[in-house]
C-alpha cells in the first residue's frame, strides 16, 4: 500500500524559508514521477513543482526561481524548498505520485494516482 507523509509546513514571515518533505512508502521515487501541489481556501488545487524520471523538473511560472523540487531515492523523500517565500504561497500543501516516470502534465492534479494528507504552509505579511 502506498503512503505519502508530508512535513516541514508551518507558519513564517515573508521573505523566509521552508522545506517540504514527503516521506514515501510502498512506493519507489526513483524513476517515477511525483509532484507538489496546493490549495488555498476557495481555490482550486494547482500544481507547483513535478519532476519526471532523469528528475526533468518543472514549475508554476508563480514558483520559478524560489522554489526547488528534488528527491533522495536513496530515503524515498521528495523535497520543496520554497525561499523567498510570499502571502499568497499561503495554502495547504501536498505531494502526490503515480507510476509513471513521463514529463506530459506534470502539473496535472488528473495524472496522480497517491496523494498524501497535506501541510499547512501560512506567509505573514
Known amino acids: 500500500q502506498v503512503r505519502l507523509v508530508e512535513s516541514g509546513g508551518g507558519s513564517v514571515q515573508a521573505g523566509g524559508s521552508l522545506r517540504l518533505s514527503c516521506t514515501a512508502s510502498g512506493y519507489t521515487t526513483n524513476d517515477n514521477a511525483m509532484g507538489w501541489f496546493r490549495q488555498a481556501p476557495g481555490k482550486e488545487r494547482e500544481g507547483v513543482a513535478g519532476?519526471?524520471?532523469?528528475?526533468?523538473?518543472v514549475y508554476a511560472d508563480s514558483v520559478k526561481g524560489r522554489f526547488t523540487i528534488s528527491r533522495d531515492n536513496a530515503k524515498n523523500i521528495l523535497y520543496l524548498q520554497m525561499d523567498s517565500l510570499k502571502p499568497e504561497d499561503t495554502a495547504m500543501y501536498y505531494c502526490?505520485?503515480?507510476?509513471?516516470?513521463?514529463?506530459?502534465?506534470?502539473?496535472?492534479?488528473?495524472?496522480?494516482?497517491?496523494w498524501g494528507q497535506g501541510t499547512q504552509v501560512t506567509v505573514s505579511s
Open positions: 502526490a505520485a503515480d507510476n509513471h516516470g513521463s514529463f506530459s502534465f506534470l502539473l496535472s492534479p488528473a495524472r496522480y494516482d497517491y
Open positions: 519532476i519526471a524520471r532523469g528528475d526533468r523538473t
